[in-house]
């Protein structure tokens, strides 16, 4: 599938939102090892791939997964083509993990930009 993004400017061809697509390191909860400790080393070994730490991760998939069950969450953005290649190539060690491209969208003057033209994220916890 190709994605392709496209920046907003305006008239004068100044930019306005910069649009674009990265990497993103998803796990699907109902996919991890059911046994406690295998579950743990796969963490544990996630974690270490991503440069996170273990307990940090395994509270983020246990509060999103149970926020919106059946949803992938995302550990890792604008992850960078090694990381993805190294998981893509141990797949087998890594159960429920997946690499998804997402948008990302910045804005060169800040706040007023959003306000224009939205934005793009992942939901926060207060907006759950």
Do not use: C, W
């Not at 599938?1 to 697509?21: K, P, Q, S």
């Not at 990265?22 to 991890?32: D, K, N, R």
């Not at 919106?68 to 969450?73: D, G, I, T």
């Amino acid at each position: 599938m190709l994605f392709t993004t496209a920046n907003i400017v305006d008239r004068n061809g100044t930019l306005m939102v910069d649009n674009r697509t990265a990497l993103a390191v998803q796990v699907a909860a109902e996919e991890l090892p059911r046994d406690a400790s295998v579950r743990a080393r796969e963490i544990r070994r996630l974690s270490g791939v991503l440069g996170l730490k273990a307990k940090a991760v395994d509270r983020k998939i246990r509060r999103e997964s149970k926020a919106l069950p059946f949803s992938p969450v995302t550990l890792k953005s604008d992850v960078d083509l090694r990381t993805v290649f190294y998981l893509q190539e141990n797949q087998t060690r890594f159960p429920g993990v997946e690499v998804e491209r997402i948008f990302l969208r910045k804005y060169p003057h800040k706040t007023i930009g959003a306000h224009l033209f939205g934005t793009l994220g992942e939901v926060t916890e207060k907006q759950l």
